[in-house]
């Protein structure tokens, strides 16, 4: 199974400053198709996870611009440039190169 | 507006069975890979299996592989989730995705508890 390990596990933020997130993958996540599925996903409190990013930098329908990916290979990382309270919750990356895995959840905070 | 609606979690002893659905609108079911993905109570996300648009490919997590069966009626716009043989580590909430690979849409996700 291929590893996802999040940093950091919980980050405290001020409002409208920025945040990141990284993820390694314990190997490569280049798919022998070309792609890349390295995906980022957010769960609010008591909601069901929502797709952000997929393919390491694709936004997703209705997703803020300020949310973005980067990354490559076995390095990826999730940037909010501006903080908003409704940004509260965890954030998981996943990849899908293999059969899916997901990191550990990193909680994003309001300091 | 698309909606992933699942239903059919319950309590249920070890060793027995439920069956999960996931009734889909708004988008083409037909045309989608669909998953399911589990979340034990207060953990991360597990990936549990997917299914091909028209069923003839599935996929299993080692840890529900020979219990759980993934189906699907695309004239019914319907997901299932046959779960045997149930045990205690397989309590959490389960929701059905659309997507194999990008797991774009999710539905509210459907409590399975299993306890004596």
């Known amino acids: 199974d291929v590893v996802m390990t999040q940093t950091p596990l919980s980050s405290p933020v001020t409002l409208g400053q920025p945040a990141s997130i990284s993820c390694r993958s314990s190997?490569?996540?280049?798919?022998?198709?070309?792609?890349?599925?390295l995906s980022w996903l957010q769960q609010r409190p008591g909601q069901p996870p929502r797709l952000l990013i997929y393919?390491?930098?694709n936004r997703f329908s209705g997703v803020p611009d300020r949310f973005s990916g980067s990354g490559a290979g076995t390095d990826f990382t999730l940037k909010i440039s501006r903080v908003e309270a409704e940004d509260v919750g965890v954030y998981y990356c996943?990849?899908?190169?293999?059969?899916?895995?997901f990191g550990q959840g990193t909680k994003l905070e309001i300091k | 507006e698309v909606q992933l609606v699942e239903s059919g979690g319950a309590l249920v002893q070890p060793g027995g069975s439920l069956r999960l659905s996931c009734a889909a609108s708004?988008?083409?079911?037909?045309?989608?890979?669909m998953s399911w993905v589990r979340q034990a109570p207060g953990k991360g996300l597990e990936w549990v299996g997917r299914?091909?648009?028209?069923?003839?490919?599935?996929y299993y997590a080692d840890s529900v592989k020979g219990r759980f069966t993934i189906s699907r009626d695309n004239a019914k716009n319907l997901l299932y989730l046959q779960m045997n043989s149930l045990r205690a580590e397989d309590t959490a909430v389960y929701y059905c995705?659309?997507?194999?690979?990008?797991?774009?849409?999710w539905g509210q996700g459907t409590l399975v508890t299993v306890s004596s």
């Open positions: 995705a659309s997507g194999g690979w990008n797991l774009e849409w």
């Open positions: 708004g988008i083409t079911f037909s045309t989608y890979w």
């Open positions: 299914i091909k648009q028209d069923g003839s490919e599935k």
């Open positions: 190997q490569s996540l280049v798919h022998s198709n070309g792609n890349t599925y």
């Open positions: 393919q390491i930098s």
């Open positions: 996943m990849q899908a190169t293999q059969f899916p895995t």
